[in-house]
């Protein structure tokens, strides 16, 4: 294990995990030898956590619909995060820095406090702690409501894949959420699974009924993604080098919808903790 005050580097057998803790407790590489496992920059060169090989989702995943929304009888504001994009995107936690708490050879716990802002109005305390061994990575969230009220919360990750020859996804779902010209769901529809090479999906959805292991392979590895979180989003752009299959906690702008908890959007009382895994398996193709 190697730490400065912003970076953390942990290793377990061929793999090796680098985080950027001031940059939103990103993943800025996993490597298996040489190989990028996830998007992999060196950490001294990763400049944001955007172009990172994975970051944390809180409070929210995807968009929050115009930056505004309704809660316990009140109106609150977002504030742009998110380039040109009309609405606010992947919370708040992805882009503030966070502190190292302990860091050992395999392990790293890293914790961000938000005080309530522009950005987010309710206090919150948000744990993510990394696990690697020889054959894969477990990354946990636990969020705590520091706000003397309950908040809405929703939990994930964003991860980025790097595109190789025969990239291939193999995920049995249920439905599809399509979406209008900004990004937001409008309408479910039926989705019986993916089981197609990567170059030929033009997704940018969120899913439902997501079962068993997404497995994603190419001509050099074979991954199994699991997570404790229901729901999945699939970023396939034809224009990339990477692709992104995203285990989230709701459906986007879940906030909006007439029952946002069906979308998967939970209600924190204050003091109460909301907690989610992922699980990144790694093996030879």
């Known amino acids: 294990m190697t730490q400065t005050t912003s970076t953390v580097e942990l290793r377990a057998g061929d793999l090796r995990l680098a985080l950027r803790a001031d940059l939103g407790a990103s993943v800025a590489g996993l490597w298996r030898g ?14 944001s956590s955007r172009l990172s090989g994975c970051y944390p989702l809180a409070p929210y995943s995807n968009r929050l619909g115009y930056r505004r929304f309704r ?20 919370g708040v936690a992805w882009q503030r820095p966070w502190a190292v708490l302990e860091a050992t050879a395999s392990s790293a716990l890293l914790r961000y406090r ?26 946990r969230l636990v969020f705590t409501n520091r706000a003397a009220q309950a908040q809405p919360v929703g939990l994930g990750w964003h991860p980025y894949f790097p595109k190789r020859a025969r990239s291939r996804l193999h995920i049995e779902l249920a439905e599809r ?49 699991t997570s404790s979180l229901p729901y999945l989003v699939v970023f396939t752009p034809q224009s990339k080098p990477y692709y992104c299959v995203e285990p989230v906690s709701h459906v986007s702008n879940a906030i909006h919808m007439t029952d946002p908890a069906a979308h998967g959007l939970a209600t924190v009382e204050p003091s109460k903790v909301l ?11």
């Open 34 to 47: 040489d190989l990028p496992v996830l998007r992999s920059t060196e950490p001294a060169e990763l400049t």
């Open 71 to 90: 809660w316990l009888g009140r109106e609150y504001t977002t504030e742009r995060n998110f380039d040109d994009n009309p609405h606010s995107v992947h």
């Open 114 to 139: 938000h005080a309530g802002d522009a950005h987010w109005p309710f206090e919150f305390e948000i744990d993510q702690r990394f696990a690697l061994d020889a054959a894969s990575l477990e990354v």
């Open 177 to 225: 959420w399509d979406s209008d010209a900004t990004g937001l769901p409008v309408r479910r529809v039926a989705q019986p699974g993916i089981d197609a090479d990567v170059a030929h999906l033009e997704f940018d959805n969120c899913f439902e009924g997501w079962r068993g292991a997404a497995r994603l392979r190419d001509e050099k590895l074979s991954l199994r993604l």
């Open 275 to 285: 907690e989610a895994w992922m699980r990144l398996e790694v093996g030879a193709a």
